[in-house]
């Protein structure tokens, strides 16, 4: 498949627009539902710096039109804000964090962000603290709130991302309270993301959220240390192991190889066969 082929699948929406990225899989957290079993001590699997900013570039040639950074927790690299700063430069980027670092020294780091074209994607999952930090960890709601007014008084765009596990329903006035939340922190509805608990990584363990495969995920290339990935759902962790059944290619350089290996795997879907879950 050429380069214009894929930008075609790009263009006709059979392919994602975002290129994802997992900068890291190590994270300050451990989660009950984590895709990727991060915690303190995990491998760090992490993709260089110049290996990020070779993909962006390549997936601005090859049609590709935002980028998203993910982990574990980005922002326990020091070069992370840097980076990004440099991934804007290329395409729009969004990374997501759990927003529990951004304070004293990391906080003034992240000034070279300030309005440049990357939103900070936040997890806050409840109104309240307990629910929340339940699964997040002791702590988390309260610096989450702190953290998300320092972040746009510094001129930061920030989403916040609620995920939810739907055998738990959100009851419609807790989900309102949130909503509120989230208002009074500077974060409009349209930067507001609610997506499921997938049951792959740690969520599998605990027995949570929604089974998925390639028909129920949107084919988004996504980019690790291992290989590209259907979906960045796909490369998790469980007992420390990678899954692979979602992997495309091991190749990852050229960009053009997994990103002509996933166009034609979509491709071959039946027409009006759509994903049921997604990511944003």
């Not at 290989?227 to 992997?247: H, K, N, V």
């Amino acid at each position: 498949m050429t380069a214009g082929a894929v930008a075609e699948a790009i263009a006709s929406g059979a392919l994602g627009q975002r290129v994802w990225l997992y900068s890291n899989y190590h994270c300050n957290l451990a989660c009950t539902y984590c895709l990727t079993d991060s915690a303190p001590s995990s491998p760090r699997r992490e993709l260089a710096a110049e290996a990020m900013v070779t993909v962006a570039r390549q997936a601005a040639d090859l049609g590709f039109a935002t980028l998203g950074v993910t982990g574990g927790e980005p922002f326990l690299r020091p070069d992370m804000p840097d980076t990004l700063a440099e991934l804007a430069g290329i395409l729009p980027t969004v990374v997501l964090s759990n927003a529990t670092l951004f304070s004293g020294p990391r906080l003034e780091r992240l000034r070279p962000l300030a309005g440049a074209d990357v939103a900070v994607q936040v997890s806050l999952d409840r109104a309240e603290a307990p629910p929340n930090d339940q699964l997040r960890g002791d702590g988390n709601h309260g610096r989450v709130v702190d953290a998300i007014p320092r972040l746009v008084s510094l001129g930061i765009r920030v989403r916040v991302g609620t995920t939810l596990d739907p055998v738990v329903a959100m009851p419609e006035e807790e989900r309102s309270r949130l909503c509120d939340l989230h208002r009074s922190l500077g974060v409009p509805d349209e930067d507001h993301i609610v997506r499921p608990v997938v049951r792959r990584g740690r969520a599998a363990e605990f027995e949570m959220g929604v089974d998925a495969g390639p028909a129920d995920l949107a084919p988004e290339l996504t980019i690790t240390a291992e290989g590209a990935f259907w979906s960045p759902f796909g490369p998790t962790i469980r007992e420390g192991r990678p899954d692979l059944d979602l992997l495309v290619t091991r190749t990852t350089d050229p960009l053009s190889t997994p990103a002509a290996a996933i166009a034609r795997l979509a491709g071959a879907r039946a027409p009006g066969d759509d994903a049921r879950l997604g990511i944003r």
